[in-house]
């Protein structure tokens, strides 16, 4: 297993920054059960890593799949780095596909909240930021911090989610495992 890192901004009833209000983001969601979000979708959880794509060096860094920019890092170093100043944040280790069950992987400093589906860009999620897809799985199926918990049920909703919506290009997922650091950012 590989295991990436990245720092995300935060978001929950405390956001007051440029982008959508909390509140209206859980009206338009009806995702009314979550305390805070912790995504990796770039646009409801801000990318605080900042890299310099014209420093050679830093491209050793950059985890990329075929032709996409994943905004996952090789080294938690490298993240402190390249990292926005930030008060609060996220930081989030995290593991692309993984084939076996995460939840009870320790990592030294780290809990394991639960599975993003990301689109094949890497960008997006499909359960938090795409208005729903009622038909392959409920609000009440994300935890109260948008993921899914299940290593199995993750899988399932990504089959189905592509199944369902063979257009979609948001339907077509990655399963990513994400653990965030108890203390750094906090």
Same mark, same amino acid.
């Given at each position: 297993?590989?295991?990436?890192? @990245?720092? %995300?901004?935060?978001?929950? *009833?405390?956001?007051?920054?440029?982008?959508?209000?909390?509140? *209206?983001?859980?009206?338009?969601? *009806?995702?009314?059960? =979550?305390?805070?979000?912790?995504?990796?979708?770039?646009?409801?959880?801000?990318? =605080?890593?900042?890299? #310099?794509?014209?420093? &050679? $060096?830093?491209? /050793?860094?950059?985890?990329?799949?075929?032709?996409?920019? @994943?905004?996952?890092? !090789? !080294?938690?170093?490298?993240?402190?780095?390249?990292?926005?100043?930030? $008060?609060?944040? /996220? =930081?989030? !280790?995290?593991?692309?596909?993984? #084939?076996?069950?995460?939840? $009870?992987? *320790?990592?030294? /400093?780290?809990?394991?909240?639960?599975?993003?589906?990301?689109?094949?860009?890497? /960008?997006?999620? &499909? =359960? @938090?930021n795409c208005g729903g897809f009622d038909e392959t799985f409920l609000p009440t199926d994300l935890t109260n911090k948008g993921l899914i918990y299940d290593f199995k049920k993750a899988y399932d909703i990504k089959k189905r989610l592509l199944e369902n919506n063979p257009d979609e290009h948001?339907?077509?997922?990655?399963?990513?495992?994400?653990? %965030?650091?108890?203390?750094?950012?906090?």
């Amino acid at each position: 297993m590989t295991f990436l890192y @990245t720092a %995300r901004g935060t978001y929950d *009833k405390t956001y007051n920054e440029d982008g959508i209000s909390w509140v *209206k983001y859980i009206e338009w969601s *009806k995702l009314t059960h =979550l305390t805070e979000l912790v995504s990796l979708d770039g646009m409801l959880n801000e990318i =605080l890593v900042e890299p #310099d794509y014209e420093n &050679a $060096d830093d491209w /050793n860094y950059i985890q990329t799949i075929e032709q996409y920019q @994943t905004n996952f890092f !090789t !080294t938690s170093e490298f993240v402190f780095k390249r990292i926005k100043h930030k $008060d609060k944040f /996220n =930081l989030l !280790t995290v593991v692309l596909e993984p #084939d076996i069950d995460c939840k $009870d992987i *320790k990592i030294d /400093n780290y809990e394991f909240v639960g599975y993003d589906l990301l689109d094949q860009d890497f /960008n997006i999620s &499909a =359960l @938090t930021n795409c208005g729903g897809f009622d038909e392959t799985f409920l609000p009440t199926d994300l935890t109260n911090k948008g993921l899914i918990y299940d290593f199995k049920k993750a899988y399932d909703i990504k089959k189905r989610l592509l199944e369902n919506n063979p257009d979609e290009h948001h339907a077509n997922t990655n399963v990513i495992a994400v653990w %965030r650091h108890r203390t750094i950012g906090r």
